[in-house]
């Protein structure tokens, strides 16, 4: 009877001890769960600061490559843009690329084999968890030698309401299994940037309209001076 009383009590602490440790792996995972949210929500408030100072296109997107890298741990990222008629893309900022590549890509069709035709066709967010996967999803990207950071990605439109303005994409050396907060992370600051976009367009044109209003006036101005036709000329 002692003995089985003893093999009780043993078979109890062993079931008290397993459940603590399940207990604490649930807090570990929690308050690491705490953390990432905590760390992702700094650099959105972050992004939200560099976007009220960005002026220009080119500031919106290199704040936005910054934040990608930043959020994410990512070892590269670049943001491309749509022309105006939707057949090419061109390359607006970019950080951790080899400058080979960034220079055959500082502009290339919208619609050639890589992650972000895929973008614009699903507009939503794209991945790859490994340079296995990528080169058979992707077999261009084999003939970007050695320096080009060929692991995970993903890439994630940027969004001006319904409105696709162009790509966000993010590469690691390493392979990376996504999270569906990695790619709800990217779609908010995606949609965040695409607004952001809209609003220096809107700023550039309007810049450059000043500017065109001000040289008439210019001319303007002059040629009610003018006396003859030559100091019209001048």
Same mark, same amino acid.
């Given at each position: ?5 003893? +093999? =009780?009590?043993?078979? %109890?602490?062993?079931?008290? #001890?397993?459940?603590? /440790?399940?207990?604490? $792996?649930?807090? @570990? ?56 008629? +939707? =057949?090419?893309?061109? %390359?607006?900022?970019?950080? #951790?690329?080899?400058? /080979?590549?960034?220079? $055959?890509?500082? @502009? ?127």
């Amino acid at each position: 009877v002692a003995a089985g009383v003893a +093999g =009780a009590i043993a078979d %109890r602490y062993r079931e008290t #001890g397993h459940e603590r /440790d399940i207990a604490h $792996a649930s807090e @570990r995972r929690a308050r690491q769960a705490a953390e990432s949210e905590s760390a992702r929500l700094a650099h959105l408030h972050n992004l939200t600061g560099r976007l009220a100072d960005a002026v220009t296109v080119r500031d919106v997107c290199g704040a936005l490559v910054d934040t990608a890298i930043g959020s994410l741990g990512a070892d590269a990222s670049g943001v491309a843009l749509l022309s105006p008629d +939707g =057949a090419e893309l061109e %390359r607006m900022a970019a950080r #951790g690329f080899p400058d /080979d590549v960034l220079a $055959a890509w500082s @502009r290339f069709p919208a619609d050639r084999p890589v992650m972000a035709k895929d973008v614009i066709r699903e507009h939503s967010v794209v991945t790859v968890g490994s340079a296995e996967e990528a080169l058979e999803r992707y077999p261009l990207l084999g003939s970007f030698g050695e320096g080009y950071p060929l692991g995970a990605q993903a890439a994630a439109p940027l969004l001006a309401g319904d409105e696709l303005l162009g790509v966000l994409g993010v590469n690691f050396r390493a392979p990376r299994r996504f999270s569906l907060e990695d790619e709800s992370l990217l779609l908010a600051i995606g949609r965040q940037c695409g607004q952001a976009i809209e609003r220096a367009r809107l700023f550039e044109t309007e810049q450059r309209a000043l500017r065109r209003a001000s040289r008439l006036q210019e001319v303007t101005a002059r040629l009610a001076r003018a006396v003859t036709t030559e100091d019209a000329a001048r």
